[in-house]
């Protein structure tokens, strides 16, 4: 079973401010993507991360795949309260199925 | 942008009694995928779904769950008698070339059994 541990689990910030939080696993996937859920919605792919080391931005956010391909981080610059919201980490190991981990729960306050 | 749309949003249903959960995946689409999240709880892999037959399915898929292409459009996730322990949340997901490329998730059925 391939788990993946996110933290912080629970992360409250003020407007403006930067943060970041970390997906980490003993298992090496061969890609990594990071999602977006809302209460009462499907999880939001915001993106794919395959090769160790890479990192890519979506404008504010930045995401960063391990050298080894077993953790991860996304960090938000300046974070807006519409930042708000639960990040998830998932991981596919080769075989059908993606492994997600608990989750980020972020909440920025104005 | 075409999305995975799941009916209905909530069932209830009583212990014992049988349930089918809808999803119409994204049409160019080739994989499919259930998926449950109990409250508070992590997303669970429970099976996924290529060329009109399991691929591959979670320790969670036992012999009460099937799944069902029944025409070109639908996917079903049939659970035959549920449990309280089955109250969750249901997501539907497709892909183009399996997990490795993006999931597209639906925004879930919420089964409560009761």
């Known amino acids: 079973t391939q788990l993946l541990e996110q933290s912080p689990q629970f992360l409250s910030i003020q407007e403006g401010e930067n943060l970041t939080v970390y997906c980490n696993s003993s298992?090496?996937?061969?890609?990594l993507q990071w999602y977006r859920q809302e209460p009462g919605e499907g999880p939001v792919l915001l993106v794919t991360v395959v090769t160790g080391g890479e990192v890519k931005k979506l404008k504010r956010l930045t995401f960063q795949f391990g050298d080894a391909r077993k953790d991860s981080s996304l960090h938000i610059t300046a974070a807006q309260p519409g930042d708000t919201g639960l990040y998830l980490c998932a991981g596919a190991g080769g075989n059908n199925r993606l492994a997600f981990g608990k989750g980020n729960q972020v909440v920025v306050i104005p | 942008e075409p999305e995975v749309t799941q009916t209905p949003s909530h069932q209830v249903t009583q212990m014992g009694q049988e349930v089918i959960l809808r999803c119409v995946p994204i049409?160019?689409?080739?994989?499919f995928y259930w998926y449950r999240q109990i409250l508070g709880q992590k997303v669970e892999f429970l099976v996924s779904f290529y060329n009109n037959e399991i691929s591959e399915k979670s320790e969670i898929f036992d012999d009460q769950f099937s799944v069902e292409r029944p025409d070109g459009s639908n996917f079903t996730l049939k659970i035959r008698s549920t449990k309280l322990e089955d109250s969750a949340m249901y997501f539907c997901?497709?892909?183009?070339?399996?997990?490795?490329?993006?999931?597209?998730f639906g925004n879930g059925t919420r089964l409560t059994v009761t």
């Open positions: 298992s090496v996937f061969s890609s």
């Open positions: 997901a497709s892909s183009m070339t399996g997990s490795n490329s993006p999931l597209h």
């Open positions: 049409s160019n689409h080739l994989y």
